[in-house]
């Protein structure tokens, strides 16, 4: 099992902020993109020391035997050479090789680090979801220990009734009945708190046995949607999702492949120079050995123009510029998603907004309808089954007001993912 980097608090009650804060420290997702941002980072100085000349220390030996002419005959001859030296290269000019290379790693350092936007977007989305799944559950237990509760009042109104010769035995059945049915329907709404505390647990990057405390849904503002219009909201999502913006760096990336390999048409100049100090000692048959130091040294100015390579230039322009165009057309269809995304999530809000007011409707008239329900039922004027029913309708009420307030919480958290408010709203400590 992994172990958490972070404890969790026992005694504090942790609200979405903190639960967004402890997960982007903890979740090891975020220490992979930051890492691969960096490693970008660094293939942009690499590609920009290109810029620089390159200095390198060598330290030569070598010994050189031949049989050298000497008159009419041959004479064995054998030269040895060491010392230090260095070697310094430049490239002058390369018609934008350099150039190419530059832009696509600055433009792959820039789409790591939308990549890392990302990341923290999906993390923010990811705890949000499980907290406000959370809260449904925990409301939703709330809810059927008040259902179990009234349908332990009707019970004990109808055993009371008989007792008194008022009401009849199915009566009474029908009562426990009910009892039992709100008490399986507890255990059950207590079996998804579990799951769903399990859920936020792991999104938080903490074992799943690990209990922790978290705000209520009592104590969270009523939320309210923006005025924004769809097209604002739309406008918003192509300006700032950040893997949409990833995207559009790839094909920045791509055009500075396309200019590397259209730079392999022309020719690249080079400067060469090499500065040594050699200690050279040399010998021939029948003669005496002789050595020398001194410094020398040599310079030249290179061109490398390949006139004839197979091909090899064409299609590797021909491949640069059709991922470009691939990288081109996968930033229009994220576009295209983005767009349908966005106007999914703003008519689920606008129904979910509705949902919560008939919700409150609905549960206001419930439990006026049960009030008067039981009160009839002890004068004797309405029958068991009315009141049952009356406490069936309110227990699916307070079901669907639960259901109702946090759904609206969840579409108005998915909608600032798709538009990419999410990481604005979090990081302004705004409730959604």
Do not use: C
């Not at 329907?185 to 792991?202: K, N, W």
């Not at 769809?230 to 200019?259: C, F, N, W």
């Amino acid at each position: 099992m992994r172990v958490s980097r972070l404890a969790v608090d026992p005694t504090k009650v942790y609200s979405l902020a903190g639960l967004v804060d402890f997960a982007e420290r903890n979740n090891p997702e975020t220490r992979v993109a930051w890492e691969g941002a960096k490693a970008r980072g660094a293939a942009l100085h690499i590609a920009q020391s290109e810029l620089y000349p390159a200095l390198a220390a060598v330290a030569l030996s070598q010994v050189d035997r031949a049989d050298v002419l000497f008159g009419s005959s041959f004479v064995r001859q054998t030269v040895a050479a060491f010392g230090p030296a260095s070697q310094l290269d430049y490239t002058m000019f390369d018609f934008g090789a350099r150039a190419g290379r530059i832009a696509t790693a600055r433009a792959d350092l820039a789409a790591a680090n939308f990549a890392f936007n990302d990341t923290h977007r999906r993390i923010i989305f990811q705890v949000a979801d499980t907290y406000y799944r959370l809260l449904n559950a925990v409301g939703q237990v709330d809810a059927a220990e008040a259902s179990l509760l009234n349908a332990k009042t009707v019970q004990e109104a109808a055993e009371n009734r008989l007792e008194h010769g008022l009401a009849t035995l199915p009566d009474v059945l029908e009562a426990r009945s009910a009892a039992a049915q709100a008490e399986y329907d507890l255990q059950s709404a207590r079996g998804f708190e579990e799951i769903a505390r399990g859920d936020l647990a792991t999104t938080l990057g903490i074992a799943p046995t690990v209990r922790i405390g978290v705000q209520p849904l009592d104590e969270l503002p009523a939320p309210e949607m923006h005025d924004d219009s769809i097209q604002q909201l739309l406008d918003r999502a192509l300006e700032q999702r950040p893997d949409l913006l990833q995207q559009l760096e790839g094909v920045k990336a791509a055009e500075g492949t396309v200019r590397e390999a259209r730079a392999a048409y022309y020719p690249s100049v080079k400067f060469e120079t090499t500065v040594g100090v050699p200690f050279q000692y040399g010998w021939q048959q029948q003669l005496p050995a002789t050595r020398m130091t001194g410094l020398t040294g040599a310079a030249a100015v290179r061109i490398d123009w390949t006139i004839f390579d197979g091909g090899a230039r064409k299609n590797n322009l021909l491949k640069a510029e059709a991922n470009r165009n691939a990288a081109a057309a996968k930033a229009e269809v994220t576009m295209d998603q983005i767009a349908d995304e966005v106007w999914r999530s703003y008519s689920n809000v606008k129904t979910a907004l509705r949902q919560r007011q008939a919700a409150a409707a609905l549960l206001e008239a419930a439990s006026q309808s049960y009030a008067a329900a039981i009160e009839a039922y002890g004068y004797g004027v309405r029958s068991l089954l009315d009141v049952t029913a009356a406490q069936r309708a309110l227990a699916q009420a307070r079901t669907a007001d639960v259901a109702a307030r946090t759904q609206v919480l969840d579409t108005l958290a998915d909608l600032a993912f798709r538009t990419g408010d999410l990481m604005r709203i979090i990081g302004s400590k705004d409730q959604l």
